[in-house]
């Protein structure tokens, strides 16, 4: 009977070793990708976890650079959304995408309850409504920035035609 031929005690290991280097580098790309493909529009991300988290920390950010009162009530209205959704083509009457997804980013309110404590609430609309006492708008883009106005600093910028953000 004729010996078998010896293997190489080392290529099983190499093999795994390199199989192992190239299933990481792959995994790395793929969150980098993730982390980094554009939505529809550059600033927004394709998953939706990692653009709502960027979203809501941008909100966050602006929200403190407003120096809140506290129990002051925030309404969320966002024209550059419904602005973006007309310019698509696309029906603008009801909440558009661009809306919920921040909406969503906040948890309906919720989380900015839990950032700003002091806040006496948050609510979104799809209109803006004049004159309401004891209210401040958060006007949105859809990336998330926010500009935090009075009703008249809202109709002022509207008759101007300089609604931000």
Do not use: C
Not at 94 to 111: F, H, K, M, Q, S
Not at 131 to 157: I, K, N
């Amino acid at each position: 009977q004729v010996p078998a031929p010896a293997r190489a005690p080392g290529r099983p290991l190499v093999a795994a070793l390199g199989i192992g280097v190239l299933l990481t580098w792959n995994g790395a790309a793929l969150v980098r990708k993730v982390e980094t493909m554009p939505f529809e529009l550059p600033i927004l991300r394709a998953d939706p976890t990692v653009d709502r988290a960027r979203i809501a920390l941008r909100l966050r950010d602006d929200l403190a650079k407003a120096a809140l009162a506290p129990g002051e009530r925030l309404v969320f209205w966002s024209p550059s959304a419904i602005a973006l959704e007309m310019s698509r083509g696309r029906d603008a009457a009801g909440e558009t995408y661009w809306e919920r997804n921040v909406r969503t980013a906040l948890d309906d309110g919720i989380g900015l309850r839990v950032l700003f404590p002091r806040l006496g609430g948050a609510e979104f609309t799809h209109e803006f409504r004049p004159g309401e006492p004891g209210v401040r708008w958060a006007l949105y883009a859809p990336d998330g920035r926010v500009a935090v106005m009075t009703s008249a600093e809202v109709e002022a910028a509207l008759r101007a035609g300089q609604v931000p953000p």
